[in-house]
């Protein structure tokens, strides 16, 4: 099992950038494919980016595509997700997750963190 946390949300107006953290716990973090979400109030959890095991793959929804980068530490057991352009549309408490095993796009992922709230100004 593994434990995810999430960091570096907050309040930035519309153009900014915000990079997030999510630290996984345990030893095999290079085992887990990783992803970010978003849930904005109202709206349904939407996928915002995905990465490979070691990284040489990526996905991105075509809401964040260009802005969006995710990247991932397996040394310390980190992924990423830098947010470049930001607009009020994307705020939204955003999730990292973890998947074992082999990956699909749309499969679910197994393991979910608490979120963290970014919050964009016009």
């Known amino acids: 099992q593994v434990q995810l946390v999430e960091s570096g949300g907050g309040l930035v107006q519309a153009g900014g950038s915000l990079r997030l953290s999510c630290v996984a716990s345990g030893r095999t973090f290079s085992t887990y494919h990783m992803g970010w979400f978003r849930q904005a109030p109202g709206k349904e959890r939407e996928f915002a980016a995905h990465i490979s095991l070691n990284g040489g793959v990526t996905y991105y929804g075509d809401s964040v595509k260009g802005r969006f980068t995710i990247s991932r530490d397996n040394a310390k057991n980190t992924v990423y997700l830098l947010m470049n352009s930001l607009k009020p549309e994307d705020t939204a408490v955003y999730y990292c997750?973890?998947?074992?095993?082999?990956?699909?796009?749309?499969?679910?992922?197994?393991?979910w963190g608490q979120g963290t709230q970014v919050t964009v100004s016009s």
């Open positions: 997750a973890a998947k074992a095993g082999v990956f699909r796009l749309g499969m679910p992922y197994d393991y």
